[in-house]
């Protein structure tokens, strides 16, 4: 059962640079979500995707743009990356309304560092 | 808004003995979902036990249950029988449960580290 695949798992950027960040779910879930964690803090969210084709703001939004390409599919950009944007992202799936017991399911984890 | 507040940065637990994780929270959501994650060193997360704002009985999982007391907003977890596989990071998160989707909300965590 391969769940949340995140790709890549590590990468560098130099400030400036443009990179995506892959998630697929095959779980069959109506919801995607990305987060960041930084050290000695929590995750955050960045922007989520209640179902395929609507994407919304999460805590942390800025410097982020994502793309729900279908049901299985979202995509996390970093259009020119900061150094801190320095952090662990984390894919999340999960299907809320089937019913109210619905932990979310995680990727993980990508470690991106921009220098 | 909704907000989780951890304040035990780091616990320590004598192997076999119980120990339990504060987690305090507030909403102005009437439903809600309460949920305990697991951080290995390796870093994946790891879903423990779920607790929903109506539910009358505390959530067991194994040796982990969550001590949940709506009227002080808290929802500890407890870990009976540690086992040193139990070192790790524990978050303790909520969401909405209205709506389209159930967007996280996590505390800042609490390192727990079991002793031999």
Request: hydrophobic letters at 30%; proline letters at 4%.
């Amino acid at each position: 059962n391969a769940g949340v695949t995140q790709t890549p798992k590590f990468q560098v950027l130099k400030t400036g640079q443009s990179m995506t960040l892959q998630c697929a779910q095959d779980m069959n879930h109506n919801s995607m979500y990305w987060y960041r964690q930084d050290p000695g803090m929590g995750l955050r969210l960045i922007y989520y995707s209640a179902s395929e084709g609507t994407t919304d703001k999460g805590e942390v939004p800025n410097g982020y743009n994502v793309s729900r390409l279908n049901k299985r599919e979202f995509s996390l950009r970093l259009e020119s990356a900061a150094p801190s944007q320095t952090s662990v992202y984390f894919c999340a799936s999960g299907n809320p309304g089937r019913t109210l017991n619905t932990e979310a399911f995680f990727g993980q984890g990508t470690r991106l560092t921009v220098v | 808004a909704q907000k989780i507040t951890q304040t035990q940065p780091g616990m320590f637990v004598q192997e076999k003995e119980a120990v339990t994780l504060d987690c305090t929270y507030d909403t102005s959501d009437p439903s809600y979902g309460l949920f305990w994650y697991k951080q290995p060193s390796s870093g994946e997360m790891i879903f423990l036990i779920y607790q929903g704002s109506y539910d009358q009985q505390n959530a067991t999982e194994g040796r982990y249950s969550l001590n949940f007391q709506k009227a002080r907003k808290s929802a500890n977890l407890v870990i009976s029988a540690s086992q040193l596989g139990d070192s790790a990071m524990y978050f303790c998160a909520m969401s909405p449960n209205m709506g389209s989707a159930r967007q996280l909300t996590f505390g800042s965590g609490t390192q727990l580290t079991v002793l031999p």
